[in-house]
């Protein structure tokens, strides 16, 4: 089996946004931000992913009050899932990558932004 690169982002629930709003400004500000993690692995899982957010949040951010936020025992898979979402993404490909890729042909469509008009014309133009 090879390991692949996953994405996971990781956002706050209304109910926590709501919450945190009663408390310190500065939670809200580091909770109201979606996060992106990432993660190689052969078996992908989303619980592992839910337990590593929680492992960081309670061990590396500065806030005592969040601890009380969450409970007595903030890492576990029913406290992650009271106050986030978490969606799943497979890596499939690179721009950077792609872009040398794209065939000379009539089929693309311009899309009036200057700079990205010009990008598919050096690309899908006969050389």
Known sequence: ????????????????????????????????????????EKNPQFDKAKL???IEVYTNKPFPELMDFLGEKPISINSFDK???????EFYGNVDESEDDILPCSCVEFTSNENLDLWLKKRTQNT
């Not at 690169?5 to 500065?26: C, H, M, T, W």
């Not at 106050?83 to 993404?89: A, D, H, L, M, V």
């Open 1 to 40: 089996m090879v390991a692949i690169n996953i994405y996971y982002i990781i956002k706050p629930k209304p109910e926590l946004l709501a919450e945190a709003e009663k408390r310190d400004e500065s939670i809200l500000d580091f909770l109201s931000e979606p996060q992106c993690w990432e993660h190689t």
């Open 52 to 54: 590593a957010f929680l």
């Open 83 to 89: 106050w986030w979402s978490i969606e799943r993404y």
